[in-house]
């Protein structure tokens, strides 16, 4: 325990209120005009469509080139939005978008009518974006859940597809901050087509058993960052698809849910192109699967420079798993004479419990098998008691260090 002298505690008083006077003033000269959707007719009731007033915000801020227009949905406030897309390029160089309050999605399927079933809240071709706040983005996913052909395949009617909570397309040096993400119909955050972008202390969380509802995918994307985040779901916390490179997670939390993922890869004999995927200081509980990369055996292209590493597990199925026979339907895919090139790959510093008692199982392609695979310091135990963990390397190439259970490489 550390005590500080009043002479200390003031000093230090003053220092933080010179910074937050100069933090404030150069706040007040980076943000420029802002626009609250309560002055553009929004009642933030949580039964009235307040899509227009969203719009009509929207337009304003995205059309003003002073400084960096600020859009503001404020606290204590829940406002209901139809399935709605806010379009750039703007004219400033950045834009803000202030959620304080509650976004709702309608209650309803049928709203979405014609339209399309997968989006609700989209950005598109903004550069310069941010969005904050320590407010709520609330999908009321249960209605679609109930509704999903997967858990309910006998059902007239029955909804293949549901909207991503949010999805951010073609949105360049931008940024994600400090929102919180609940029940969305299917994945919670897409990142399509984006570069130079930043995810922080986001949390996201439906329940295990909620079909489809990915945290965050990230696809066709470069230069991502997704650091200091919780993600409690019912699919992966974080996966990463197609055309996909330089991604960095760091400081995650994860769990329920199926892992962090990379993949799937190369359904219908897809050209695959994903590198330099870095994730570290991770923690993975109760999930399905721990650091997994998943291929389809018909797909092409690579997969490569890849690290785990500094993952605590604690009751994980699959702690650490390469599957490059992946299927939709097991037992219905059949062998093929080409697959996705995993190689130099590192599993480094990863500790825990095991739900299962396979720790390592590293399923390769015979034709295209996995290339320069690294197992360093690494320590996994089956979480029953009396259980023997064991390890599985079926065409795997490469070089183990301190690998309890191992070995296990070719």
């Known amino acids: 325990?550390?005590?500080?002298?009043?002479?200390?505690?003031?000093?230090?008083?003053?220092?933080?209120?010179?910074?937050?006077?100069?933090?404030?003033?150069?706040?007040?000269?980076?943000?420029?005009?802002?626009?609250?959707?309560?002055?553009?007719?929004?009642?933030?009731?949580?039964?009235?469509?307040?899509?227009?007033?969203?719009?009509?915000?929207?337009?304003?801020?995205?059309s003003s080139a002073a400084g960096s227009p600020l859009l503001i949905i404020p606290q204590n406030l829940?406002?209901?939005?139809?399935?709605?897309?806010?379009?750039?390029?703007?004219?400033?160089?950045?834009?803000?978008?202030?959620?304080?309050?509650?976004i709702l999605a309608p209650a309803s399927p049928s709203i979405w009518g014609d339209g399309d079933p997968s989006?609700?809240?989209?950005?598109?071709?903004?550069?310069?974006?941010?969005?904050?706040?320590?407010?709520?983005?609330?999908?009321?996913?249960?209605?679609?859940?109930?509704?999903?052909?997967?858990?309910?395949p006998g059902l007239e009617g029955c909804k293949g597809l549901a909207p991503t909570a949010l999805k951010l397309i073609s949105c360049?040096?931008?940024?994600?901050?400090?929102?919180?993400?609940?029940?969305?119909?299917?994945?919670?955050?897409?990142?399509?087509?984006?570069?130079?972008?930043?995810?922080?202390?986001?949390?996201?969380?439906s329940p295990e058993d909620s079909p489809n509802t990915d945290g965050i995918h990230i696809q066709s994307s470069h230069q991502l960052s997704?650091?200091?985040?919780?993600?409690?779901?019912?699919?992966?916390?974080?996966?990463?698809?197609?055309?996909?490179?330089?991604?960095?997670?760091?400081?995650?939390?994860?769990?329920?849910?199926?892992?962090?993922?990379?993949?799937?890869?190369?359904?219908?004999?897809?050209?695959?192109?994903?590198?330099?995927?870095?994730?570290?200081?991770?923690?993975?509980?109760g999930t399905t699967n721990g650091a997994r990369i998943k291929t389809w055996q018909a797909g092409k292209g690579y997969v490569r420079n890849v690290i785990f590493e500094n993952l605590i597990l604690h009751t994980v199925n699959n702690p650490i798993i390469i599957d490059q026979h992946y299927c939709d339907d097991p037992g219905a895919c059949q062998e093929t004479g080409s697959g996705v090139q995993i190689s130099d790959v590192t599993f480094r510093n990863i500790y825990g419990t095991s739900g299962t008692d396979v720790t390592v199982n590293l399923n390769c392609s015979k034709v295209v098998p996995c290339k320069d695979i690294h197992l360093q310091f690494v320590q996994l135990a089956a979480a029953q008691p009396?259980?023997?963990?064991?390890?599985?390397?079926?065409?795997?190439?490469?070089?183990?260090?301190?690998v309890v259970p191992g070995p296990c490489l070719i």
């Open 386 to 402: 009396g259980n023997l963990a064991t390890a599985s390397c079926n065409n795997a190439y490469g070089q183990e260090f301190i």
């Open 226 to 285: 997704i650091t200091n985040s919780k993600i409690s779901t019912g699919d992966d916390c974080v996966s990463i698809g197609d055309y996909t490179s330089n991604v960095e997670i760091n400081f995650l939390s994860c769990g329920p849910g199926h892992g962090i993922s990379i993949g799937s890869l190369g359904k219908s004999g897809n050209e695959v192109q994903v590198e330099n995927i870095h994730v570290s200081n991770a923690f993975l509980y």
């Open 1 to 62: 325990m550390y005590f500080f002298s009043s002479s200390c505690t003031m000093n230090s008083f003053a220092v933080i209120l010179i910074i937050g006077l100069v933090s404030s003033r150069i706040a007040s000269q980076v943000v420029g005009s802002s626009f609250n959707v309560l002055d553009y007719g929004a009642t933030g009731d949580g039964s009235t469509d307040d899509s227009q007033a969203f719009l009509n915000a929207w337009k304003d801020a995205c």
């Open 119 to 152: 989006q609700w809240l989209a950005f598109q071709d903004v550069t310069g974006l941010n969005i904050y706040g320590s407010g709520t983005i609330d999908g009321q996913g249960k209605v679609w859940w109930d509704q999903s052909c997967r858990d309910h």
């Open 78 to 102: 829940k406002f209901l939005v139809h399935p709605i897309t806010f379009s750039g390029p703007c004219n400033s160089e950045k834009i803000n978008f202030a959620i304080m309050g509650t």
């Open 172 to 205: 360049n040096e931008g940024s994600l901050s400090n929102i919180m993400f609940s029940n969305s119909p299917q994945s919670h955050v897409l990142i399509y087509g984006c570069n130079d972008f930043r995810v922080d202390s986001v949390a996201i969380q």
